[in-house]
């Protein structure tokens, strides 16, 4: 009897096997998001934030091959063992932000964020300003900005720390996120939100390298986990019809807002074919005029961009 499915085929169909998670690479991440700032701040009318984001970033990607080296020192991933079945079980986040028991180990990486921009030439006093402010805080305020960062709120939040804040938050996710397997993370009941952390995706990337090719995937602006979604699906609502993309003109061919006509709001796409170099949170923030064009037409962001924040109050 002739066999379905010889191993040749098995492994030929392992090889064109999609991932369905991507975890981010602690080598990089930051280091890539840095670069990618600069590259953008270049003649562009934000060009001081985006530099300035492109220190922090750097700042992240010290704070991050520091942290990954202590969890890796604790066997931070082999000891999550029984949280890794009960969220299997449950089709929940593994490391779900909200509520999560932080360590004060990453308002030390904030402190040290905070120490070295302050420290940097270039940026205006105001920066500074923020910066001291910050590293003079008690921890108990700190604690509850990071909760409302954590719950996308905008009302309470203090929109000049948040950047910082969140920085800090990045990094101690991603070297979470990035100490676990691939298998550990698993699909949740919820596709709109982060499987390992049940955070909003800030956009997201149609991958151009080669087991991911032509295959999109949202990324987590917390812990950057990418997971897939099928195109041509609104992010939010998760229909198909209604899709539309927009652009600006004589603007990058890479970078397009996916908007819906169900739930009228819309996220960013990035096409790394059209430019290898697209970073979701980088692109994403250096493309605030599509933003304008969106609310001209009425559409509403998804969610908001980790490193700019606004509070309603004011
Ligand atoms: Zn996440
Ligand atoms: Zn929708």
């Given at each position: 009897?002739?066999?379905?499915?010889?191993?040749?085929?098995?492994e030929?169909?392992?090889?064109?096997?999609?991932?369905?998670?991507?975890?981010?690479?602690?080598?990089?991440?930051f280091?890539?998001?840095?670069?990618?700032?600069?590259?953008?701040?270049?003649?562009?009318?934000?060009?001081?934030?985006?530099?300035?984001?492109?220190?922090?970033?750097?700042?992240?990607?010290?704070?991050?091959?520091?942290?990954?080296?202590?969890?890796?020192a604790e066997?931070f991933?082999?000891?999550?063992?029984?949280?890794?079945?009960?969220?299997?079980?449950?089709?929940?986040?593994?490391?779900?932000?909200?509520?999560?028991?932080?360590?004060?180990?990453?308002?030390?990486?904030?402190?040290?964020?905070?120490?070295?921009?302050?420290?940097?030439?270039?940026?205006?006093?105001?920066?500074?300003?923020?910066?001291?402010?910050?590293?003079?805080?008690?921890?108990?305020?700190?604690?509850?900005?990071?909760?409302?960062?954590?719950?996308?709120?905008?009302?309470?939040?203090?929109?000049?720390?948040?950047?910082?804040?969140?920085?800090?938050?990045?990094v101690?996710?991603?070297?979470?996120?990035?100490?676990?397997?691939?298998?550990?993370?698993?699909?949740?009941?919820?596709?709109?939100?982060?499987?390992?952390?049940?955070?909003?995706?800030?956009?997201?990337?149609?991958?151009?390298d080669?087991?991911?090719?032509?295959?999109?995937?949202?990324?987590?602006?917390l812990?950057?986990?990418?997971w897939?979604?099928?195109?041509?699906?609104?992010?939010?609502?998760?229909?198909?019809?209604?899709?539309?993309?927009?652009?600006?003109?004589?603007?990058?061919?890479?970078?397009?807002?996916?908007?819906?006509?169900?739930?009228?709001?819309y996220?960013k796409?990035?096409?790394?074919?059209?430019?290898?170099?697209?970073?979701p949170?980088?692109?994403?923030l250096?493309?605030?005029?599509?933003?304008?064009?969106?609310?001209?037409?009425?559409?509403?962001?998804?969610?908001?961009?980790?490193?700019?924040?606004?509070?309603?109050?004011?």
């Amino acid at each position: 009897m002739q066999r379905i499915l010889d191993p040749a085929r098995i492994e030929a169909f392992a090889a064109t096997s999609v991932p369905r998670i991507r975890l981010p690479d602690p080598a990089s991440l930051f280091a890539r998001r840095g670069q990618r700032l600069r590259t953008l701040a270049e003649g562009h009318s934000l060009g001081d934030y985006l530099r300035l984001m492109a220190a922090v970033a750097d700042g992240q990607q010290v704070a991050l091959d520091a942290l990954r080296a202590a969890l890796v020192a604790e066997q931070f991933a082999q000891q999550l063992g029984r949280q890794i079945e009960l969220a299997h079980e449950h089709r929940m986040p593994l490391l779900q932000a909200a509520g999560f028991p932080r360590q004060e180990r990453w308002r030390a990486i904030l402190t040290e964020l905070c120490t070295s921009i302050a420290g940097a030439p270039g940026f205006p006093a105001g920066v500074r300003s923020v910066c001291e402010r910050i590293i003079a805080s008690p921890g108990a305020g700190i604690e509850t900005q990071a909760d409302l960062l954590i719950a996308a709120r905008t009302s309470g939040v203090d929109a000049q720390a948040a950047p910082f804040v969140m920085a800090a938050l990045q990094v101690y996710w991603a070297a979470m996120t990035s100490s676990l397997q691939m298998s550990d993370v698993t699909q949740i009941d919820v596709p709109g939100v982060c499987p390992t952390c049940g955070t909003l995706p800030v956009s997201s990337i149609v991958r151009s390298d080669k087991r991911s090719q032509g295959y999109r995937y949202l990324h987590c602006g917390l812990c950057a986990t990418e997971w897939h979604l099928v195109r041509i699906t609104c992010s939010q609502c998760l229909t198909t019809e209604g899709i539309v993309y927009h652009s600006i003109e004589g603007g990058s061919a890479a970078v397009r807002a996916e908007s819906c006509g169900q739930c009228h709001t819309y996220r960013k796409i990035l096409y790394q074919e059209k430019d290898p170099e697209v970073e979701p949170v980088a692109d994403d923030l250096a493309s605030l005029a599509l933003d304008l064009l969106m609310t001209e037409e009425g559409l509403h962001r998804g969610s908001g961009n980790p490193l700019l924040w606004q509070n309603t109050e004011t």
